[in-house]
């Protein structure tokens, strides 16, 4: 994965939760946030696959299906930030 600049956004998972629909999409994985709502109607399995796991840390479900080097490598673009956890 690409490298963010050192002053990066920084999110935690309570406001990307508030992302969590098909005007605002964002999702989590492998710890960095990704806002991927011009990609809904992209996404060659439909937005409903998406959306299922907006507002989450999609991480799991994103590496399950097995996602080709061109699918990690265009998730990059959306890259707004990191998760950070709140203490």
Known sequence: ???LPSKQRQFT???VSEHSNETSCWIVVNDMVY???SF???HPGGSDVVLEHAGTDATVAFEDKG???YGVKLLEKYIIGE???VS
């Open 13 to 15: 998972l309570d406001l």
């Open 1 to 3: 994965m690409e490298e």
């Open 67 to 69: 996602h080709s080097k």
């Open 83 to 85: 998760l950070i956890e």
């Open 35 to 37: 806002d991927v709502t």
């Open 40 to 42: 809904l109607d992209k």
